[in-house]
């Protein structure tokens, strides 16, 4: 049963201390998204990927956060120095080439920075 | 610039009654559409999409979703309620005009089905 994978599921930070957060997208999907979730935000798109090649991180702070795919079967999201304002969920996503598009999403980190 | 709206933050509904999900879109061209369910700390979930074809679609666990141009809308269905239904639904659009297919999600939509 393919799945995206994320690690960790939850993480407790005090303020200003680096958080890295990973996700295994599915065996053979080419494109990888991040999106941030809150209740005040809902869901936010902040980078996504395609064939390791950041296409679109315009949704993410550039000073703080940053994203990775050092290769095919990981990604990687960073925050370096974390703030109480980053506390949310994180949820990974990937997609398969010719897949119509479907996102099959990871079940999170839940991030509380403290 | 595309966009998506839930009109209902939560929706309510008994055991065994139909149930509507509200969303309408915003596209400069022709879109894909998407329902994803979300269920209590976990990830969203595929439910069914609109791409091309047929306006009705069916999709996983007896949700049916009507594409109407005309109204530029996308609500998801369902014949007869389950407590289990109970999850935060979230409408999606995607328009391939724009290139880059980045989805855009609806704040999504609390259904609560009540035994």
């Known amino acids: 049963d393919a799945r995206v994978t994320q690690t960790p599921r939850h993480k407790v930070t005090e303020m200003g201390q680096e958080v890295t957060m990973r996700c295994q997208p599915i065996l053979g999907h080419n494109t990888v998204f991040w999106y941030r979730q809150t209740m005040m935000q809902g869901l936010e798109l902040l980078a996504y990927f395609r064939n390791r090649a950041p296409l679109d991180d315009s949704g993410m702070p550039k000073d703080r956060f940053s994203a990775e795919m050092p290769d095919a079967t990981l990604a990687t999201l960073k925050i370096q120095p974390s703030e109480p304002r980053d506390s949310a969920v994180y949820f990974c996503?990937?997609?398969?080439?010719?897949?119509?598009?479907?996102?099959?999403f990871g079940p999170g980190t839940r991030l509380t920075v403290t | 610039a595309q966009s998506v709206a839930q009109p209902e933050d939560q929706v309510n509904v008994a055991e065994g009654n139909p149930l509507t999900v509200k969303c309408t879109y915003s596209v400069s061209g022709n879109p894909y559409l998407f329902w994803y369910v979300q269920y209590p700390n976990r990830g969203l979930q595929f439910l069914l999409k609109y791409i091309t074809g047929d306006n009705l679609v069916k999709g996983s666990y007896g949700f049916e979703a009507e594409f109407n141009k005309s109204q530029t809308s996308f609500h998801l269905k369902k014949p007869s309620a389950l407590v289990s239904d109970s999850a935060l639904y979230f409408c999606a659009v995607r328009d391939p005009s724009g290139g880059s297919y980045i989805p855009t999600f609806g704040r999504g939509t609390s259904l609560i089905v009540h035994p």
């Open positions: 996503a990937s997609e398969g080439a010719g897949s119509s598009y479907e996102q099959y």
